[in-house]
């Protein structure tokens, strides 16, 4: 059998040219995503979750809202399309149509018009195109509404009903928010429906026509039918209106706005009714009709409202709007959580003896002498070390010491590249030599040396520690407030560990944190999201090399819970890490808040807020753990419920951490702002405004300004424990003497807890600026300011501490000299003011010796000789007094001071 030859088949060359173009295009694409900065951080930014063990959280975000971009832009295409191409097809099947066209007679004016005829098919592409990209556009924009998607869907019931239409507040703050996005968008899309239509028919003369007439009145009705729904939701809306006499729904708002939208809402769905009938009827009449339907009900509608209150409310205001007053008062105490705070009075008719100095030396022992102001500039000035260092903020904590809480002020000392000289401002040294900071300065926030300067109890690089508690035994920081860039580790480079003399020290990072550069593909990544080349040609980095970044610890946080409000102030403590070694870890505070509590006052664009969460973070390995501390906070609750794999329960954290609990300033600066108007609850004095409080004023350094909250160890009212607190006084409305104090607890398991402390209205205590006054006017205290500040220096006054100590106040105010060119203060005297007194000391012990008239009578047994003899009684006598200063004992503090002041008199006075 003769086999026939086989023929090959050769494919035509356009064809192989068109696979060679498809090629080249579909690498051109890949090679464009590769290197957009888009994609490059999108897909970085996965790799960096999934090195946290955070995936989850990523692809719930990024599922939720690539879900909600492509049910968006598929429904938005196809209701465009179906409007502006497959329903105009269906009602004017044409291929052309014909227009008229001026034809230009060669003068300024022009002949009778010339009929032309144009295809329908580029129009119809055209529309098809539109409908498309608008599609698109509307899917990026909902996919932005990711969060109140899952809110809407997760969110649990407060189990709080607001007092009008009885809705639980989870509805106003989760699924009212959702709704309200879903209907602004419906009715945008209709909007743009019905004018991409009404451009249609008008470029193909069809705008006369009964079907067009039909199709316009269905669109007019689906967009009625959107705007009653909108009247309807806007009646929830009156709970957080401000027109009334305070936040939320009034008199008028109940009885007059509430109807009316209403019947807007009812008069628009018959509108959207008569629209559909008039599909039926086609008659343009009726879409006129409900034209000025419509204008009238804009215009006219709010005159009803005004006419209320004017004629009806405003004669007769509180009577008719104490029940919303009411409203006001309980969910605004409820949403900033001051309905359980304890009432205690305080007469504030003390008298203070040395004995009870004794028995609080413990509080005294804590007075806070250093302010974190000036104290930052000292710092900067003697503990930086080399200029690349620097010390972001000073912070206020407590450890325990040999037995004793003892309140301590504390900086990290981080890297900053930028203060780098600049000639050393190079890739290598910014991103691969010098990585990290370095331990951090503490001092006792009470003590001074001889120089009016800190005393340090742990300082230096390495960190040197003069107590046993405060050993860090691995000080790096490569996670902090001011590492801002990226760096790579496990390069080819030792990194810069710390100064070590002429010489220098290096290390190289052993934690698990980072993003692995890997092959060409993960370095063309980075690369393109950090705009370096050098990520991807230097030869001192390797595969196995990593990149750290989102190493700000606030960028850190908000990366991974962008949904949580975080504090401004994170600090570091000195405790065990998870590895069992003993180095810096950050605590940060998070909040839960919303804007959309009904009746609740809204402060600084807020009207609830919860401090649900803190957040550990070690300065070392980059770890990052969010505890939930209050699951009963619904919102909370909700996240938790959502995200299930970002929060540990309390109970988890390390007992080290719980004792350095704060509770947060900017927490408590919401609410004593809030309380100082809502600690009134009758509705009668809320509306007299009666009993207004404010926020006293002090000096600082040379500035007024609203009194801060301040961190003091000392003994609630009634309480024999010393503790941790936070608190800030109150005086009355435009008024200077001092009123009340608000306290919140930071230790044990009484954290959270907030009290009040009212003092009695019959008795004067003098406020924060009033004792300023005083100092002002004190002869030897201004004369002496005068004098310094007349010398190229100048005096900054520290915080004024309002200190409660056995039913009566002590006022400190530390006073600090600083050189107009030097920039280091010095602490160099203590104002002490008490009942009608006010004195001031080189040092606190002798500042309340001078304002209490310490001199204990006894006058010591002086021996004849000269002044060698005298001098070295008085040396004894000092030593003992500092002896007994340590001790805590302030009764012999005050007599062997009383000693050494006869003993330096009896010298002056030798022959």
């Not at 919303?324 to 009075?345: F, G, M, V």
């Not at 790096?476 to 760096?487: A, M, R, S």
């Not at 993003?515 to 080349?533: I, K, P, Q, Y």
């Amino acid at each position: 059998m003769t086999r026939e030859p086989k023929t090959a088949t050769l494919k035509p060359r356009t064809t192989r040219r068109t696979q060679l173009w498809i090629s080249l295009g579909m690498m051109l694409i890949l090679l464009l995503c590769v290197t957009s900065s888009t994609f490059a951080t999108f897909y970085t930014d996965f790799l960096w979750f999934k090195s946290l063990d955070y995936t989850q959280i990523f692809t719930t975000r990024v599922a939720t809202s690539v879900l909600l971009a492509l049910i968006a832009a598929l429904i938005a295409a196809v209701f465009l399309l179906l409007n502006w191409s497959f329903i105009p097809h269906l009602i004017a099947p044409k291929e052309h149509f014909t227009t008229k066209s001026p034809r230009f007679t060669g003068r300024t004016r022009y002949s009778d018009a010339a009929p032309v005829t144009i295809s329908t098919r580029p129009v119809r592409m055209l529309f098809t195109g539109a409908a498309v990209i608008a599609g698109i556009v509307i899917g990026l924009i909902f996919s932005n509404l990711w969060r109140v998607y899952l809110l809407a869907n997760n969110g649990i019931p407060f189990n709080v009903a607001d007092p009008i239409f009885r809705q639980d507040i989870g509805f106003y703050i989760f699924t009212l928010p959702w709704l309200e996005a879903l209907l602004t968008r419906a009715k945008i899309l209709v909007a743009l429906a019905f004018l991409g239509v009404l451009g249609r028919y008008a470029i193909f003369g069809q705008t006369k026509s009964r079907a067009t007439t039909a199709h316009m009145s269905i669109l007019g009705a689906l967009w009625m039918l959107l705007a009653g729904f909108g009247w309807l939701l806007n009646r929830y809306g009156l709970l957080q209106t401000t027109t009334g006499v305070v936040f939320g729904a009034g008199y008028t708002d109940i009885n007059a706005r509430l109807p009316l939208y209403t019947i807007q809402a009812v008069l628009f769905f018959a509108a959207s009714a008569v629209l559909i009938l008039n599909a039926f009827i086609r008659k343009w009449k009726l879409l006129l009709i409900i034209a000025g339907f419509w204008l009238a009900v804009t215009v006219l509608g709010p005159g009803y409202p005004a006419a209320i209150q004017q004629f009806t409310v405003e004669p007769n205001e509180f009577m008719l709007e104490k029940p919303y007053i009411e409203h006001n008062i309980r969910y605004t105490r409820y949403a900033y959580d001051l309905n359980d705070i304890t009432e205690q009075t305080y007469s504030g008719t003390g008298v203070l003896t040395a004995g009870e100095l004794e028995t609080n030396a413990d509080v005294l022992n804590n007075v806070r002498l250093w302010d974190y102001r000036p104290l930052l500039r000292t710092y900067s000035q003697l503990q930086e070390i080399r200029l690349y260092y620097s010390f972001n903020e000073v912070d206020i904590d407590r450890y325990t010491i040999d037995g004793h809480m003892r309140q301590v002020m504390l900086a990290a000392r981080e890297i900053d590249v930028e203060e780098l000289a600049e000639q050393a401002k190079t890739w290598i040294n910014q991103h691969l030599i010098f990585t990290h900071g370095y331990g951090l300065a503490l001092n006792y926030a009470n003590e001074v040396s001889r120089e009016g300067l800190p005393n340090l109890i742990v300082r230096d690089i390495p960190p040197v520690s003069e107590a046993p508690e405060l050993q860090i035994e691995r000080p790096q920081i490569y996670f902090g407030e001011l590492t801002k860039n990226y760096v790579v580790i496990n390069a080819k480079e030792d990194e810069f560990d710390y100064p070590q003399g002429d010489a220098n020290a290096y290390n190289r990072y052993s934690g698990p944190d980072g993003v692995a550069l890997g092959g060409l593909f993960r370095r063309l990544l980075l690369a393109t999201r950090f705009g370096s080349t050098q990520l991807l040609l230097s030869p001192a980095i390797t595969r196995d090399s990593r990149v750290l970044f989102h190493r700000t610890i606030h960028d850190r946080a908000q990366t991974i819970a962008p949904m949580l409000w975080f504090d401004d102030d994170p600090y570091p403590v000195i405790a065990e890490t998870a590895d069992g070694i003993t180095g810096i870890v950050w605590l940060f505070d998070a909040y839960t808040w919303t804007d959309h509590f009904p009746y609740s006052e809204p402060l600084g664009g807020v009207n609830y807020i919860r401090n649900s969460v803190k957040v550990a973070i070690d300065a070392y390995t980059g770890e990052i753990t969010f505890y939930l501390i209050d699951p009963d906070d619904p919102i909370a609750a909700t996240y938790a419920r959502i995200f299930p794999d970002l929060f540990k329960p309390v109970e988890t954290m390390p007992h080290v951490l719980l004792e350095h609990w704060r509770y947060p300033e900017t927490l408590f600066l919401y609410q004593s702002n809030m309380y100082a108007t809502y600690h009134m609850r009758d509705p009668q004095v809320f509306y007299n405004r009666e009993d207004l409080w404010d926020i006293p004023q002090e000096l600082v350094e040379s500035t007024q300004q609203a009194m801060e909250p301040y961190y003091v160890i000392m003994r609630a009212p009634g309480s024999e424990q010393v503790e941790f607190m936070l608190i800030r006084p109150y005086t009355p409305k435009q008024k200077q003497n001092m009123i009340a104090w608000l306290y919140a607890d930071c230790d044990g398991d009484d954290y959270g807890e907030l009290g009040i402390v009212k003092l009695s209205k019959d008795r004067l205590v003098y406020g924060p600026l009033q004792i300023e006054a005083r100092s002002d006017q004190d002869p030897i205290i201004s004369q002496q300011l005068a004098l310094w500040n007349q010398r190229g220096s100048r005096v900054l006054r520290g915080n004024l501490l309002v200190i409660p100590i056995e039913n009566t106040f002590l006022y400190v105010e530390p006073l600090y000299l600083e050189s107009e060119s030097g920039h280091l203060p010095e602490l160099k005297r203590i104002i002490v003011a008490y009942d009608d007194r006010i004195v001031m000391g080189e040092t606190l012990a002798e500042a309340l010796l001078q304002v209490l008239n310490g001199d204990s009578g006894i006058t010591p047994t002086m021996t004849e000789g000269d002044l060698e003899s005298l001098a070295a009684q008085a040396w004894e006598r000092y030593q003992a007094a500092q002896a007994c200063l340590e001790a805590g004992d302030w009764t012999c503090y005050g007599r062997e001071q009383a000693a050494l002041e006869e003993i330096l008199r009896a010298m002056v006075e030798e022959p």
